[in-house]
Structures are given as C-alpha cells and as structure tokens.
C-alpha cells in the first residue's frame, strides 16, 4: 500500500466520516422499496413519480452523501489542509441532504408544492455550508496540482445543485418546470459533478490501493477544465446555435467520458496488485457501466437511438451501473482502511489486517448481488411487466447488504479498541 506524502495527522475524527457513509447505504435501500411498490408503471418514462422519486433517492441520499463526505475526509489527507470547522459542517452537510432527500422523495411521491419547498430549505442549506467550506479549504492548497480536478467537480456539483433548487423552486410555486433544467440538471450532476469527482479520487485511491501506475499529471489537470468546458459549451449551443452544435459536442462529451474509463480500466488491468478484490470486481461493473452510459448517450445525441426507453437505459446505466458500483467500491477500501488506521494508532491496539475489517466472503457476495441487481435493473426497462417488482427488491437488498457490511466493520472496530493486546486473523465470514 502506498501511503507516501498522505497527511493522516490532518484527517478528521473517524467518527465523524463513518456516520455519513453509514447512513448513506439506507437511501439505496429506499429506493429499492420505492421502486417495488410502485411497480411496473415507474418504468413508463424518466419522469413517472416513482421513479423521479428513487432517482433523487440515490442521488442526493447516497451519492451526494457519500461524495461530499469523501472531499471531507480527502481533501485533509492528500493536501494537508483541513476544512475549516469540519467536526460542526460535516453534520449539517450530512442531516441536510439526508433530510433534503427524504423530503424531495416525499414530494415526487406526493406532488405538494409544500413538500418541495421543504426540502428545498436542508438541501439549500447542506449545498452552501459543503460548497463554502470546501472552497475555502480548496482556495488554500499550496500548489497542490493533485486536488485541482476536485475544485472542478465541487464547481459543477454547486452548479447542478443550483438548477435542481429552481427546478424545486418552480414545483414549489406551482409554476412549470423549466423544460432546459430537466436536461442540464443532470448533466453537470452526473457528467460534471460525479464523473470529474470520481477522477480525482481515483487518482489517489487506485494506486494507493491496487498498485495502480500514478494518472499522468497532465490527463488530471485537464479532465476537470475540459469536461466544464464541453458543458457550458453545450449549454450555449442548446441556447444560440440550435441542435446540431448541441449534438456535436455532446458526442465530444461521450467520447472523452469513455475514453477516460478506458483507461481506467486499462490501468485497473495492469495493476501491480493482481489478487482480485470487492474493489476490483464493483470497479470493472462500473466502468462497464460508465462506458454504456457514454455510448448511449453518445447515440441519442446523434439521434440514433430514440423513444423514452432510452434516457431510462441511459440514466440507469450511469447511476446504477457507474456511480454507485464505483462508490461500492471505494468504500469497501476506504472504511476498512479508515479502521485499520486507527486502531493502528491506539496504544497497545491489537494488530489487524485491513482486510479483516469486513469478510471477504460477505463483500463477495454483495458484488455478486449488485450484479444480480443491475441485470435485474435493466430487464424492468425492457419488461416491465416481468421484471419491476424483482427489480425493486433486488436495490432494496444491494442496499441493506453494503448497509450491514459497513455496520459490521463499525462493530469490528468498537470490538478491536477495546482490545488491549491480541491478534486477530484474516476474517472469511
């Protein structure tokens, strides 16, 4: 494992980080019962409530939660510089999309403009203290190139976060929602914000924890100017210049976001670390995922496919199939490491493999049903008929497994601290 020039003296309390990333694998799992309940009639289109609903479930409960509380915890780490008043922010960051998403769900599922307004006041809030708060952390590096690309994906998040507040603004006056938000909004979320986000961190969790070869500088430096660029330059064509411009560059889009998970996962082939792990199975899921989702969006840019089944195909194949099978994968290293670490650190702790934190048996098989539930996942756009209610169930039970398995290395560390000697062997179970 390579740890050289991490600042561990500046990461935050470990309770601090765990709260949210135990918190988030139970919005995963709501989504899951939303979709069961709902039915076959959630996968008619992009826009049926239920689906709306499960959409801003996963989003804002599990990958925004996850996501921000990463920047928390690696901004620290890899520049040595913390965020400001981190132990107060992080739990209003944390209750704040919590509460938000609920809320918001509530609100698709319902259809008040109250619900919407209320859930627009915590996301509000938890948005402006994460965007502050990292910027001014960000603003401070000393010239440190590394965390260039996350001030480009903490940009284009507050910019997402921003048109979703209208969208939610306009629902809550009862007014028309503004038809170009309904397409911009989850562009900057997922190709801005999610997808410059996920560079960043890869560049620092793989070769640390796969033996992956360093990212050239120069491709990280890049990616975030590049990807801001094609968007606001999509978003002036979809303004000024009609379709074909609007077209044309969002291929350009699709084309740089495959070409990036190419080659990640030409390194993630050729890593030093060839024993395969949880994190090497739900990464080459995702990148499988983040690479359909590009080629997907790249036809129906150039309207070579079409009908209301696509954007379905593509909005899971980038949530589901990218985002949240990389997030697995990253928090079944990060948690583990976290605890290690720390129980390192206490005197007279017993020593500890990383890896005993969680069993390898348990995070093998929540891979094997996270692959059960993307099949299952696209066979209810297909089918619906056939295939929603297994569907639902199947995110219901990816959620409460990642869920119990990050529980159990809560308990794992609780346990071992109060330790005082003692070996404990690599767990199976």
């Known amino acids: 494992m390579n740890t050289q020039g991490l600042a561990f003296d500046e990461a935050p309390p470990l309770m601090l980080i765990l709260r949210s990333f135990l918190l988030a694998p139970w919005f995963l799992a709501a989504s899951g019962v939303v979709l069961m309940v709902a ?6 289109d992009r826009y049926t409530p239920g689906l709306l609903a499960a959409t801003h479930l996963v989003t804002i409960g599990f990958l925004m939660l996850t996501a ?3 920047v928390f915890q690696l901004v620290p780490v890899v520049a040595g510089v913390g965020l400001p008043y981190a132990t107060v922010l992080l739990p209003v960051v944390r209750w704040g999309l919590a509460l938000g998403a609920a ?3 509530a609100a698709f599922l319902d259809n008040r403009p109250l619900l919407f307004a209320l859930a627009a006041t915590p996301l509000t809030l938890a948005a402006t203290v994460f965007t502050v708060s990292a910027v001014s952390a960000l603003r401070r590096l000393p010239k440190q190139k ?3 690309p996350m001030i480009y994906a903490v940009l284009m998040l507050g910019v997402a976060l921003v048109f979703g507040l209208i969208m939610a603004g306009e629902r809550a006056a009862g007014a028309p929602v503004s038809a170009a938000l309904l397409d911009t909004h989850p562009l900057w979320a997922l190709a801005g914000g999610v997808f410059v986000l996920w560079a960043a961190v890869a560049a620092q969790v793989l070769p640390m924890f796969q033996g992956v070869r360093p990212w050239p500088t120069r491709v990280s430096l890049m990616l975030g100017p590049l990807i801001l660029g094609l968007l606001l330059a999509i978003r002036a064509a979809d303004v000024w210049a009609g379709g074909v411009w609007g077209a044309v560059l969002r291929i ?3 084309v740089v976001i495959a070409t990036a998970a190419a080659h990640a996962a030409h390194r993630l082939r050729t890593r030093t670390r060839r024993r395969a792990d949880a994190m090497t199975f739900f990464w080459y899921m995702g990148l499988a995922g983040l690479t359909g989702a590009a080629v997907v969006g790249g036809l129906m840019a150039a309207h070579i496919v079409t009908g209301l089944k696509a954007p379905l195909v593509f909005g899971f194949l980038a949530i589901a199939g990218a985002a949240v099978s990389l997030i697995d994968g990253m928090l079944y290293k990060i948690v583990p490491f976290l605890i290690w670490l720390h129980l390192q650190r206490q005197p007279g702790a017993p020593h500890v493999l990383m890896s005993s934190a969680i069993g390898e048996r348990a995070t093998k098989r929540h ?3 996270h692959a059960v539930a993307l099949g299952l996942g696209l066979a ?24 119990a398995n990050l529980v159990m290395a809560l308990v794992f560390y609780r346990r071992l601290s109060r330790a005082g000697t003692g070996i404990v062997p690599h767990a199976t179970l």
């Open 103 to 105: 809320l918001l769900a």
């Open 380 to 403: 209810a756009i297909a089918w619906p008929q056939a295939f929603a209610e297994a569907a639902g169930a199947a995110w219901m039970a990816d959620g409460l497994m990642l869920g």
């Open 367 to 369: 891979a094997v049903a």
């Open 39 to 44: 039915g076959p009639t959630v996968w008619v």
């Open 252 to 254: 350009a889009l699709a």
């Open 68 to 70: 921000t509380t990463a």
């Open 146 to 148: 590394t965390m260039t």
